[in-house]
T-cell receptor, first 111, second 108 residues
Framework: KAGVTQTPRYLIKTRGQQVTLSCSPI?????VSWYQQTPGQGLQFLFE???????NKGNFPGRFSGRQFSNSRSEMNVSTLELGDSALYLC??????????FGPGTRLTVL | QKEVEQNSGPLSVPEGAIASLNCTYS??????FFWYRQYSGKSPELIMF????GDKEDGRFTAQLNKASQYVSLLIRDSQPSDSATYLC????????FGAGTRLTVKP
């Protein structure tokens, strides 16, 4: 069974731009979560989607948004990028049993 | 503020020894607990998932959960140099909260 896939793997943007990241969960998984990982703050929860509905949201500004499609694929958008948004963005999909598996991540650099 | 605390390490053990990693959490209502391993430059890899009090074993790994003490641990038996990584504890409280991770080094 294929794992969680994320595209693109690397991205370089400048301040003020916006970015969209994509995630395809493990086949059959309907829950997708997004995380931000930085050296200073560690792994932080952004939001979770289940069956196209946002189920939970972390403590991030409204510039961070997401959505989930009917095929469970998910996208995350960050608008008006700031230098501090440079991070590894991880997507994870969750089985009905509760196990959560991470994708390889998208490394975003904001210049 | 819900907290997940781990010793940042580094924790160093000789090859073949038992490595013991600890995690405490603040929300008494937490239900599910995860241990992940993360190699440098890679994404976290799920090792164990536990939600009942007691021990759960999978190969060389044993997770121990004590909800009364709000404590979850991971034991790695017969540690190998390939186990050298950062180990992340996570607690699921509707939003998944991670500890800062413990860096483990297994010396040959």
């Amino acid at each position: 069974k294929a794992g969680v896939t994320q595209t693109p793997r690397y991205l370089i943007k400048t301040r003020g731009q916006q970015v969209t990241l994509s995630c395809s969960p493990i086949s059959g998984h309907r829950s997708v979560s997004w995380y931000q990982q930085t050296p200073g703050q560690g792994l932080q929860f952004l939001f979770e989607y289940f069956s196209e509905t946002q189920r939970n949201k972390g403590n991030f500004p409204g510039r961070f948004s997401g959505r989930q499609f009917s095929n469970s694929r998910s996208e995350m958008n960050v608008s008006t990028l700031e230098l501090g948004d440079s991070a590894l963005y991880l997507c994870a999909s969750r089985s009905l049993a509760g196990e959560q598996f991470f994708g390889p991540g998208t490394r975003l650099t904001v210049l | 503020q819900k907290e997940v605390e781990q010793n940042s390490g580094p924790l160093s053990v000789p090859e073949g020894a038992i490595a013991s990693l600890n995690c405490t959490y603040s929300d008494r209502g937490s239900q599910s607990f995860f241990w992940y391993r993360q190699y440098s430059g890679k994404s976290p890899e799920l090792i164990m998932f536990i939600y009942s009090n007691g021990d759960k074993e999978d190969g060389r790994f044993t997770a121990q959960l004590n909800k009364a003490s709000q404590y979850v641990s991971l034991l790695i038996r017969d540690s190998q140099p390939s186990d050298s990584a950062t180990y992340l504890c996570a607690v699921d409280d509707n939003d998944m909260r991670f500890g800062a991770g413990t860096r483990l080094t297994v010396k040959p």
